[in-house]
């Protein structure tokens, strides 16, 4: 017979540093212009271009893992909070106190 062993903290704090990759994606997208503009200072309009195109769909795909990301760390953040819950209940029906 397999036991799953699960640690609430280690799972709580995978969500939150989860959140926190998220918000340094957040900030590279923010500063996309700056990427932009530093391609057309170059003074090729093809490199401008290409620069701009690939940001585009590189942003547009990051959101999406952004907003999955998002998800994720809410759902273990809240699986982390339930499993630390249940522990508590069981050792206190248990008579054994908090574990």
Do not use: N
């Amino acid at each position: 017979m397999s036991y799953v062993e699960v640690d609430p903290q280690l799972v709580r704090h995978t969500g939150v540093r989860l959140r926190d990759a998220v918000a340094v994606a957040r900030v590279v997208i923010g500063r996309r212009g700056e990427l932009t503009g530093l391609a057309a200072d170059a003074g090729h309009p093809a490199l401008s271009d290409a620069v701009e195109t690939f940001l585009s769909r590189w942003a547009h795909g990051l959101g999406c893992l952004m907003d999955d990301a998002d998800r994720l760390a809410s759902m273990l953040a809240d699986a982390g909070r339930v499993y630390a819950d249940v522990e508590t209940s069981i050792a206190s029906a248990a008579g054994g106190g908090v574990p």
